[in-house]
């Protein structure tokens, strides 16, 4: 059965304090794993999208990667202005239907 | 660009009444919209998947008689949720797939919050 994990469910940070988070899936045949950020009362703004093992996407403070199981989002150096809830998504097999993680909630202090 | 928009953004209504939900891609074509409900807290969970010209596809459990789903044009879906009840309140975003492109990639609305009286 198409599995998304992710890890951990919340996370605070100090301001500059620099963190990963994971996402684990199981899926037969990926096309694809997409990396959201959502703040309290918006939708899901769409952050990367990652195909092959060994791909790397980056942009501002955040570095995304993807293994065959996993995949992590990075944050360098982050500022409050990075917190948010990050959610990871795979296709299910034979569908364009998302198969969401439960998201982890990251607060950075000041 | 991968603009979508959702109206209104926040609507209160009667329970009983009904309440139509907007979600149009702005710069981009789709021919799959998906409808989205979040509780507080909780990831999105999937009500239906919205095809342009056909009938949507609903997720199990979900009434396709109480969430009536139109995809009428490459850039409009609607959400209709009818004799709308308090337990109907919540955060519904929508999303779309850009069509013509290899691509899975969902660009979600900002949402509508619905509250019911």
């Known amino acids: 059965e198409d599995q998304v994990t992710q890890s951990p469910e919340a996370l605070r940070l100090q301001e500059g304090e620099s963190s990963s988070l994971n996402c684990s899936y199981t899926?037969?045949?990926?096309?694809?794993l997409f990396w959201y950020r959502q703040d309290p009362g918006k939708g899901p703004e769409f952050l990367f999208t990652l195909y092959s093992a060994g791909e790397e996407k980056e942009k501002e403070r955040l570095k995304a990667t993807l293994t065959k199981k996993e995949s992590f989002l990075h944050i360098t150096a982050p500022k409050p202005e990075d917190s948010a809830t990050y959610l990871c998504?795979?296709?299910?097999?034979?569908?364009?239907?998302?198969?969401f993680g439960t998201g982890t909630r990251l607060k950075v202090l000041a | 660009g991968a603009v979508v928009s959702q109206h209104p953004s926040r609507v209160i209504c009667k329970s009983g009444t009904s309440v139509k939900i907007e979600c149009r891609s702005l710069d981009f074509q789709a021919t799959t919209m998906f409808w989205y409900r979040q509780f507080p807290k909780q990831s999105l969970m999937l009500m239906a998947t919205?095809?342009?010209?056909?009938?949507?596809?609903?997720e199990q459990g979900v009434e396709k008689d109480k969430f009536l789903i139109n995809h009428a044009s490459l850039t409009l879906s609607t959400l209709t949720v009818t004799s709308a009840h308090p337990e109907d309140s919540s955060f519904y975003i929508c999303?779309?797939?850009?069509?013509?492109?290899?691509?899975?990639?969902?660009?979600f609305g900002p949402g509508t919050r619905l509250t019911v009286l």
């Open positions: 999303s779309a797939r850009r069509s013509g492109l290899s691509t899975d990639t969902q660009y």
């Open positions: 919205s095809n342009e010209g056909s009938k949507a596809t609903y």
């Open positions: 899926v037969s045949g990926l096309r694809g």
């Open positions: 998504a795979v296709p299910s097999v034979g569908t364009y239907k998302y198969i």
